[in-house]
């Protein structure tokens, strides 16, 4: 079992020390001349990109241009007209399970049941991610959610609900983030807490793929851009 | 292989806040069959003829109105992408879900067959077979509904597309069902009917699983 220690910066909410098994800078993912096409729309075609270890790719572009369409490629949720993926250099298709395993995918919905509180959507959370279940009190909290554990989801605001879904990243094992839209009714300070966050996992080694229309205001050593255009 | 503890837990809360999800089915089952003796009049004959045929349809048609909204919820909020994205946990979730489906809606026909079997004026022989068929059959009509339920998540208005769909895959349970029911009536022998249901719920057991995990991830992708 991977340790988590927390730090004792009151600020910072706990970090994961633990080797992931990629190294850093190396390929991670590699999408080699994906084409999409939705609708008899080709919403991209010849599209190639890389992520390695410690990096960071934000996919750009307008609404409709395809940017959760690509996410959905590389999280393996559909498959590609054309082109492949590949994962640690090995077709995706192969090591399916092992690339879902070392993943973490948090799509458009929020993947939060209205019905359930905090507590009971991160324990589930847990549970599908092979966790043993844990006490999510502390991490609520810094997630500025204190005193809203135990109320059912559909209770809270857009922003809190966002947090809630996000929290799962603070106990995932998985070296690949792909969230879409992560910053959506995010508030400022959430977003740069998140951002923070971002930061520590590329530095332990972590790779996230995100789609945003708000500028990243962190540096950030390993940041790439893929800039989607809208086409007819 | 994810443990199903979590994952059963999550759906009995569910169900615990939802209650509309499954006690509407249950109430349809006794409504229409406390309506039966007052139409069709109270002659305890005729009554015991027909208990068999009417128990099971109602029995089918209660569990088909809990079907649908098997996997709405979680389709809509993202739950079943995020879990087919990772892959692992989906298992547990369909066993969980098949488990909750039939807690809710199955059990409780099981637990009601003695109110039935009073309503009805079915003797005791033919009761005791009614519970077995009951006992047997739910299960499978729990899978089946699963089953569609998973293929229809994704349609809007799915409910007469899910009943097209499932009603046929019914069909042999109801003729087994009824006509074991039928044969201890008359004080014939009914293994063989209780055999084959036996048979239909093994088979629909190692494959439905599987089927209901396919049907998810064609229905996000």
């Keep these: 079992m991977r340790a988590i220690f927390p730090i004792v910066d009151s600020q910072r909410p706990v970090i994961k020390h633990q080797p992931f098994s990629v190294p850093v800078g190396q390929l991670l993912l590699q999408a080699q001349l994906l084409s999409c096409i939705r609708q008899d729309r080709v919403l991209f075609e010849q599209l190639s990109l890389q992520v390695h270890a410690g990096e960071l790719l934000q996919v750009a572009g307008k609404n409709g241009a395809g940017k959760s369409s690509l996410l959905r490629l590389l999280a393996g949720l559909a498959a590609p007209d054309e082109g492949q993926l590949l994962y640690c250099q090995q077709p995706v298709t192969d090591v399916a399970t092992d690339y879902a395993a070392n993943l973490c995918y948090i799509g458009h919905q929020s993947g939060i049941h209205e019905q359930l509180t905090a507590l009971e959507n991160l324990a589930f959370w847990r549970a599908a991610a092979e966790l043993p279940p844990a006490d999510d009190f502390a991490l609520l909290a810094t997630l500025g959610l204190a005193g809203l554990e135990d109320i059912p989801c559909h209770m809270l605001s857009a922003g809190q609900q966002r947090r809630v879904s996000l929290a799962r990243l603070w106990f995932s094992h998985s070296q690949l983030w792909i969230l879409d839209?992560?910053?959506?009714?995010?508030?400022?300070?959430?977003?740069?807490?998140?951002?923070?966050?971002?930061?520590?996992?590329?530095?332990?080694?972590?790779?996230?793929?995100?789609?945003?229309?708000?500028?990243?205001?962190m540096v950030y050593d390993g940041l790439n851009t893929v800039e989607l255009a809208y086409r007819w | 292989m994810v443990t199903l503890g979590p994952f059963l837990k999550r759906e009995l809360r569910l169900l615990a806040r939802?209650?509309?999800?499954?006690?509407?089915?249950?109430?349809?089952?006794?409504?229409?069959?406390?309506?039966?003796?007052?139409?069709?009049?109270?002659?305890?004959?005729?009554?015991?003829?027909i208990a068999p045929g009417v128990i099971w349809i109602a029995a089918l048609l209660s569990v088909l109105l809990a079907a649908e909204r098997l996997f709405k919820d979680d389709y809509r909020n993202g739950v079943v992408e995020q879990l087919v994205a990772s892959r692992q946990p989906l298992l547990s979730f369909v066993l969980a879900k098949l488990l909750a489906n039939w807690l809710s809606t199955g059990l409780p026909l099981v637990l009601l067959s003695p109110l039935v079997a009073l309503l009805l004026n079915v003797d005791m022989p033919s009761f005791i077979v009614m519970l077995l068929t009951l006992l047997l059959g739910?299960?499978?009509?729990?899978?089946?509904?699963?089953?569609?339920?998973?293929?229809?998540?994704?349609?809007?208005?799915?409910?007469?597309?899910?009943?097209?769909?499932?009603?046929?895959?019914?069909?042999?349970?109801?003729?087994?069902?009824?006509?074991?029911?039928?044969a201890a009536s008359m004080a014939l022998p009914y293994h063989g009917q209780l055999a084959v249901m036996l048979a239909m719920l093994l088979f629909a057991l190692a494959l439905v699983p599987v089927a209901v995990i396919s049907a998810l991830k064609i229905n996000v992708s």
């Design chain 1, 181 to 217: 839209e992560p910053f959506t009714a995010l508030d400022q300070s959430a977003i740069a807490m998140l951002q923070q966050f971002f930061l520590q996992h590329l530095t332990c080694g972590g790779a996230i793929i995100l789609t945003t229309h708000q500028p990243l205001s």
């Design chain 2, 18 to 49: 939802q209650k509309a999800d499954w006690l509407n089915p249950v109430l349809f089952f006794i409504i229409v069959l406390s309506l039966f003796p007052l139409g069709v009049g109270p002659e305890p004959n005729l009554l015991r003829i």
């Design chain 2, 138 to 182: 739910t299960p499978l009509l729990s899978l089946l509904s699963v089953l569609g339920a998973a293929l229809t998540v994704s349609a809007d208005k799915g409910g007469i597309l899910l009943a097209l769909l499932i009603l046929p895959l019914y069909i042999p349970l109801l003729i087994f069902a009824s006509a074991a029911m039928e």
